[in-house]
């Protein structure tokens, strides 16, 4: 006769129910077991699930902490464009991770500032496209207080496409990496505007599509006196983007032979 232990009884109190202190049968006993190994065999079914689901999340937050820690010291190692990015990230505490549902960065300044990249550009493949998204989203917070205006969409892209080259991207490599991902699409447009343009024509170009320039904005406020705080911004925007011009001239010297 089997010695049933005190979990044992237990449990076949929980399976058997009321009757599980009377006399038992072999069958009733074997059966009461098999249900008993059966809910032991689920549970640690759901546990392994969910031990397995763990282990993928976290396998996932580590890849994609390498592949932002990965493309950063590339981009900061690449004299230009990138070092520049990676420096103003790390003097002003603004973190980079990924995001499952493309959340869209704040672009405003504060304690826990941030920028959110889609995380299907966690893909090692995905490395130089990835630099330009960050290029893109630290350049809107660095010219947070810029104008919204053709003058300053185009120096985004012009951060942008300079970061993707610097990273060994080709202009045949954009057109390949835009065909990954609606992201990718999206980045490759914005940076396809700076490929085909100088500084002057890439304004006029965004002008044509309906942006505003900073001299069609100094012309609009100059009519209001009350706005003069914002002529005095415009300004100084223009005279930004006039060091910007200067600054991606000297780029293009220094970096003509990427540019293939």
């Known amino acids: 006769m089997l010695k049933m232990t005190a979990v044992t009884a237990a449990l076949l109190a929980c399976v058997l129910g009321p009757t599980a202190g009377a006399a038992t049968t ?3 006993f074997g059966a009461a077991l098999n249900a008993i190994f059966t809910q032991c065999a689920t549970a640690g079914q759901e546990q392994g699930k969910a031990a397995t689901k763990s282990g993928q999340k ?3 937050e580590n890849a ?3 592949a932002i820690k990965d493309v950063m010291i590339a981009m900061n190692d690449a004299p230009g464009t990138g ?3 990676v420096q103003w990230l790390r003097d002003n505490n603004v973190t980079v991770d990924f995001s499952a549902d493309a959340a869209v ?6 304690a826990k500032s941030a920028i959110h990249i889609p995380a299907q550009m966690a893909a090692p493949d995905k490395n130089k496209m990835l630099g330009a998204l960050i290029a893109r989203e630290a350049s809107e917070m660095m010219m947070v207080d810029f104008p919204d205006s053709a003058e300053k969409n185009y120096i985004v892209a012009s951060r942008m496409a300079e ?3 610097e990273l060994g991207g080709t202009r045949d490599g954009m057109k390949t990496d835009a065909k990954t991902s609606v992201a990718c699409n999206d980045a490759a447009k914005t940076m396809g505007l700076w490929i085909d343009n100088g500084a002057d024509q890439g304004v006029g170009y965004l002008k044509a599509a309906g942006a505003a320039t900073l001299s069609d ?4 406020y100059q009519k209001y006196p009350e706005y003069s705080s914002q002529d005095t911004a415009l300004k100084n925007a223009t005279t930004a983007f006039a060091s910007f011009k200067k600054y991606e001239s000297d780029w293009m010297v220094n970096h003509q032979g990427m540019l293939q």
């Open 58 to 60: 976290q396998a996932a």
């Open 83 to 85: 070092e520049m990015v």
């Open 163 to 165: 970061v993707y080259f």
């Open 217 to 220: 904005l100094i012309a609009a």
């Open 26 to 28: 072999d069958e009733q």
């Open 105 to 110: 960065s704040s672009h405003e300044m504060g």
């Open 64 to 66: 994609g902490y390498k």
